[in-house]
């Protein structure tokens, strides 16, 4: 594809697209990751290895729970943790929000919270971060209690779809259970699709499909927009890169699991293959698949005009909200960001990620995890089943706040009668219809690596280089960085 040549600013700025719309609504999103160097690991532990768990005892003191989020997001889980202490007599929970933009910058202070020896019982994780907290050796397997717990675990398992499960482990052992995720999906103005006289995506909908609609829509006038993205690693390029059959990691499965998939998993289709946890291999940033798509990305902005630059997700569901942008990449939390914005429910749809090679989605997943430090393991163990429980699932999630793991909650009707989307067996969908669904590409470097993916496909972007001379050299810093922080 022909692209302008030279140095460029960007066509449309931040702060004229801003002039059209009313600022607000806030959200959280999936994002990046913590880092640091890892210590080495000891050898996985097998469910035989450690003994069942013991009885619950009285606690010694609070059980002490590490969240991302301010104080305010903490307030949310609080309803969670008083029907906890109902159950309980005795017992008190206390959260312990870290306030951070992204993920990588709550995982480093987390690891900084750990290492000055804070008492945490349980700390939230996600995909970003699961290799680097894991591989510290701060976590407990959660293997034991879940054989224990077979007959309770198994109606857990069968609501949950294999890939959530997957990534939620390393090297074999089970880490977390997943309990709030997120897929990239396309988010659409059906006011705009109706003024430009298109029909609504279907699932079976292209790449071609979805550049018509962009261009399209922008045909509504030059202050409006077909499409919006953030440059940022989770909903910026990578859903581009996947649909494309692209990755930015060779992407291969950690041994072990059988004594997960074999016993919880037997007959499921789309558990097949799997292992003991996603490995994530050498970069693979400047491959062809990857080129194409941070191409297509660019010539939006610069060659067809359908898009402005990168700008934040909750901005675009303002530019939304005021009939300035026709799609945008989300989850089901933004559902909640749109009409927080202004959208009324009906107003607005989802569909899946076009298909282009592929209609492989990226998505993220995060879960409690039980610190080896802690004094109130069992106690800890309780407390993430009252967490992934149905009811408190339920509870949780609803009015769009996020989506649930298991796939009973997402899918029941009463979870999106308020809120909408009408088009909201999406969400699950980007899992049971799309098995190679995968992953955000999480090694244990993660951190480090986003600051180089946004810092290059940033600069591609604003047409201040090449896509191919952009992904070269973040292949070239990426791979020094993976010599540097994993262990040999």
């Known amino acids: 594809m022909n692209k302008p040549?030279?140095?460029?600013?960007?066509?449309?700025?931040?702060?004229?697209?801003?002039?059209?719309?009313?600022?607000?609504?806030?959200a959280m999103a999936l994002a990046a990751c913590g880092s640091a160097t890892p210590a080495p690991t000891s050898a996985p532990a097998k469910p035989t290895d450690v003994p069942k768990p013991a009885p619950t005892a009285a606690p010694?003191?609070?059980?002490?729970?590490?969240?991302?989020?301010?104080?305010?997001?903490?307030?949310?889980?609080?309803?969670?943790?008083?029907?906890?202490?109902?159950?309980?007599?005795?017992?008190?929970?206390?959260?312990?929000?870290i306030q951070a933009a992204e993920w990588d910058e709550y995982f480093g202070?987390?690891?900084?919270?750990?290492?000055?020896?804070?008492?945490?019982?349980?700390?939230?994780?996600?995909?970003?971060?699961?290799?680097?907290?894991?591989?510290?050796?701060?976590?407990?397997p959660l293997n034991p209690y879940v054989t224990a717990d077979k007959t309770e675990m198994?109606?857990?398992?069968?609501?949950?779809?294999?890939?959530?499960?997957?990534?939620?482990?390393?090297?074999g052992d089970l880490m977390v259970l997943p309990t709030?995720?997120?897929?990239?999906?396309?988010?659409?103005s059906k006011r705009l699709f109706d003024k430009a006289g298109l029909a609504y995506p279907k699932d079976d909908w292209t790449a071609?499909?979805?550049?018509?609609?962009?261009?399209?829509?922008?045909?509504?006038?030059?202050?409006?927009?077909?499409?919006?993205?953030?440059?940022?690693?989770?909903?910026?390029?990578?859903?581009?890169?996947?649909?494309?059959?692209?990755?930015?990691y060779d992407l291969g499965k950690e041994t072990g699991g059988d004594w997960l998939w074999g016993t919880f998993y037997g007959g499921v289709e789309s558990a097949k293959g799997r292992a003991g946890g996603l490995k994530w291999g050498n970069p693979t940033a400047n491959s062809q698949a990857n080129l194409e798509a941070l191409q297509w990305q660019q010539?939006?902005?610069?060659?067809?005009?359908?898009?402005?630059?990168?700008?934040?997700?909750?901005?675009?569901?303002?530019?939304?909200?005021?009939?300035?942008?026709?799609?945008?990449?989300?989850?089901?939390?933004?559902?909640?960001?749109?009409?927080?914005?202004?959208l009324k429910k009906g107003e607005f749809d989802v569909a899946l990620m076009p298909k282009w090679k592929t209609q492989r989605h990226q998505f993220g997943t995060s879960g409690l995890g039980i610190m080896k430090t802690s004094k109130n393991p069992d106690l800890a163990?309780?407390?993430?089943?009252?967490?992934?429980?149905?009811?408190?699932?339920?509870?949780?999630?609803?009015?769009a706040v996020h989506t649930a793991s298991r796939r009973s909650v997402t899918n029941d009707p009463a979870q999106h009668e308020t809120t909408g989307p009408a088009n909201w067996q999406v969400f699950y969908n980007t899992l049971d219809k799309n098995p190679l669904t995968t992953a955000i590409p999480a090694p244990l470097e993660t951190k480090d690596m986003t600051g180089i993916f946004t810092k290059y496909v940033g600069l591609a972007l604003a047409n201040e280089s090449t896509p191919k001379d952009a992904l070269d050299k973040m292949q070239t810093e990426l791979e020094a960085l993976m010599k540097r922080q994993r262990p040999a």
Do not use: C
Request: glycine fraction near 10%; charged fraction near 20%; hydrophobic fraction near 45%.
């Open 299 to 342: 010539d939006l902005i610069w060659k067809q005009k359908v898009s402005p630059s990168p700008t934040d997700l909750n901005q675009l569901a303002v530019f939304m909200a005021n009939d300035k942008l026709g799609m945008m990449p989300g989850h089901r939390a933004h559902t909640g960001v749109l009409l927080g914005a202004g």
């Open 208 to 248: 071609e499909d979805f550049t018509s609609a962009a261009q399209k829509i922008h045909g509504l006038g030059s202050d409006v927009y077909g499409f919006g993205f953030p440059n940022r690693h989770w909903g910026g390029l990578v859903p581009w890169m996947y649909i494309n059959e692209g990755n930015l």
């Open 5 to 26: 040549s030279g140095k460029y600013q960007i066509p449309v700025t931040r702060r004229k697209f801003l002039k059209t719309s009313i600022m607000g609504a806030s």
């Open 109 to 140: 202070k987390l690891v900084t919270l750990i290492a000055s020896g804070d008492s945490i019982d349980l700390a939230e994780i996600s995909t970003e971060g699961l290799q680097l907290i894991s591989s510290r050796n701060v976590l407990r």
């Open 60 to 97: 010694a003191g609070p059980l002490r729970i590490a969240i991302n989020g301010v104080n305010a997001r903490a307030d949310t889980f609080k309803k969670i943790g008083a029907a906890f202490e109902a159950k309980n007599p005795g017992v008190k929970v206390e959260w312990v929000a």
């Open 381 to 399: 163990w309780n407390f993430i089943k009252h967490q992934t429980s149905k009811e408190q699932l339920a509870i949780y999630v609803d009015k």
């Open 154 to 171: 198994q109606g857990f398992f069968s609501d949950v779809a294999p890939q959530l499960v997957e990534v939620a482990m390393y090297k």
């Open 180 to 188: 709030l995720w997120g897929a990239a999906t396309i988010y659409y």
